[in-house]
Structures are given as structure tokens and as C-alpha cells.
């Protein structure tokens, strides 16, 4: 019970690696909102933690809408009274059905290219902006962003996801610096390939992960379960004295 008592919201719980720090926070005793734009997965994943007597909340949630983070906090403040832990993860990228075009900058349209930073990089802006306050007023709280290895390394081929993921970086960094006064932490997640729908369609392509596989120290893609338990150990007291933290969870590609 890592989390006994403490209130996180998840945003993009209804899939991959938030879906899975979801199910693991629930089960350490979090009460956990999934905020997700996506009904469908975001109901089924709170059924799914209901049913096996954790507690959890679903409230659709656009995280590039400042109007639908307001009324997020909002009620998570009005039904909670406290939020201890924000999981900002969620993001859009390379999946088959993504609208927005991953390339390199100069094939990027410049509507994809803000799409593409408003939920990446201003998501992460928009629910820290509403909860830093309220963690203030507490005295507490740790916020883990997950950016990405694209954010710490030069990947080419999506450079608008890889801007807004450097950005997710720097803004850790000054976050941590700015308000670890109010006993607020904040730390990055980086992960480097996670078998998760986001990439399913590239992982399909045997050739791709062949060769991933042999790049990689340990030799296989991530599971989004492994992401969880680092987002566990950050929103947890065990990190009490982790912040600012830029930590690659990617086999050891960033070692290279
Ligand atoms: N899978 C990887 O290899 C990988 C690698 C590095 C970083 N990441 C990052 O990890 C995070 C989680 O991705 P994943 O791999 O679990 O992918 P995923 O596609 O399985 O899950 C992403 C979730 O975010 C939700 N989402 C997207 N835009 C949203 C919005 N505007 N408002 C609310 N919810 C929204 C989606 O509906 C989905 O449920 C993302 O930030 C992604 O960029 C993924």
C-alpha cells in the first residue's frame, strides 16, 4: 500500500502505460482519477478497478482544453478535498489511427505540429498550472511527467512530438527548482520503447523490432508495467528527497 490514501489523477489512463499505472496505483490504495478523452476505454478501466474493490473515478478529460482541466480539478477537489499525486501522461504519437503526421520538420503541416505540442507539452502546462496551487496550499505533492527518450536524444522522424517532449524536460527541471519550497516534487519519466497501442503498428513490422531489439542493452521493448512501477516509485514517498529527475526507463538505449 505505496499509495495508501492519496489521491492521483492519471491522464490518459484508458490505454498503455497510464492504464497500467492506473490498475497499480489503485492497488497500492490510490484513489485514482482517470482523466481521458477516450469514454469508451476510460469507463471500462474504472469498471475494471471497481470490480476489484480499489477505488477509482472516471471524468473525460481533454488535457490540451483548459476549460475541461478547470472542471477536472474542480471536481476532484469538490469529491476528494486533496490532490496528492498527477500522473501527466498523456499523449498522442505514432499510432496507426493518430490523425496527426509524425515527420521530420519540414514535412510537418503546421496545424499537426500545434496539435501535436497542445496535447504533449501544453497538457502537461494545463494540469500543472490548476494543481500546483491546490499542492501548495497543501504544503505537497508529486507531480511525474512522462516525456519520452525523444525529449534527451536526437530520434529523427517526429520532430514536433520530439520538441514537445524536450519541452516536457525542461519544464520538469524548472518546476522541481521553483517549487520544491512548497515540498512539491516533480520528476520525468523517459521511456524508450514501450510495447503499448501507441506503437503497435511499428512493433508489427517484424524487420523494426529486430532491430530494435539488437540496439538495445536488454535486448526487447519495454511493457507498460515497467513504466508504472517508476511512476510508482516517484509518486510515492519512497522518492521523498527525488526531484527534478530526468530518468530514462528504456533498457539502457540512452547508455549508448
Ligand atoms: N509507447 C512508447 O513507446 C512510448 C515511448 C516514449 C514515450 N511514450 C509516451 O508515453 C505516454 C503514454 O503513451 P502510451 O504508450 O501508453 O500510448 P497509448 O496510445 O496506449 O495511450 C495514450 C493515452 O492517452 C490518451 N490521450 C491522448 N490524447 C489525449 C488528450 N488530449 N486528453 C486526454 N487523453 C488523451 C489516449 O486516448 C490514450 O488512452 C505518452 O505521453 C507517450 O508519448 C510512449
Known amino acids: 500500500m505505496r499509495l495508501r490514501d492519496k489521491v492521483a489523477i492519471i491522464t490518459g489512463a484508458g490505454s498503455g502505460q497510464g492504464r497500467a499505472a492506473a490498475k497499480i496505483f489503485a492497488r497500492e490504495g490510490a484513489v485514482v482519477v ?28 481533454d488535457v490540451s482544453n483548459e476549460d475541461n482541466i478547470v472542471a477536472l480539478v474542480e471536481e476532484v477537489i469538490n469529491r476528494y478535498g486533496k490532490i496528492d499525486v498527477v500522473f501527466n501522461n498523456a499523449g498522442i504519437g505514432f499510432s496507426a489511427n493518430s490523425e496527426y503526421k509524425m515527420a521530420s520538420l519540414v514535412e510537418t503541416p503546421q496545424t499537426d505540429w500545434n496539435s501535436i505540442l497542445g496535447i504533449n507539452l ?21 507531480i511525474v511527467n512522462n516525456a519520452s527518450l525523444n525529449g534527451i536524444a536526437g530520434v529523427t522522424g517526429a520532430d514536433a512530438y520530439t520538441a514537445a517532449k524536450g519541452g516536457v524536460v525542461a519544464l520538469t527541471r524548472v518546476m522541481a527548482v521553483d517549487y520544491g519550497k512548497y515540498n512539491i516534487r516533480v520528476n520525468c519519466i523517459c521511456p524508450g520503447a514501450i510495447d503499448t497501442p501507441m506503437i503497435a503498428e511499428v512493433l508489427s513490422v517484424p524487420e523494426f523490432a529486430e532491430k530494435f ?19 510508482l516509485f516517484l509518486a510515492s514517498d519512497e522518492s521523498s528527497y527525488v526531484t527534478g529527475l530526468i530518468m530514462p526507463v528504456d533498457g539502457g538505449v540512452y547508455a549508448l
Request: glycine share 10%.
Open 34 to 61: 482517470i482523466a481521458e478523452w477516450n469514454e469508451e476505454n476510460g469507463r471500462q478501466i474504472e469498471k475494471e478497478i471497481l470490480d476489484d474493490g480499489h477505488q477509482a473515478l472516471f471524468i473525460k478529460t
Open 122 to 142: 501544453n497538457g502537461v502546462y494545463l494540469l500543472s498550472k490548476h494543481v500546483l496551487p491546490i499542492m501548495m496550499k497543501q504544503n505537497g505533492g508529486s
Open 213 to 231: 531489439a539488437e540496439g538495445c542493452p536488454l535486448r526487447r521493448v519495454g511493457k507498460p508495467e515497467e513504466i508504472a512501477n517508476a511512476a
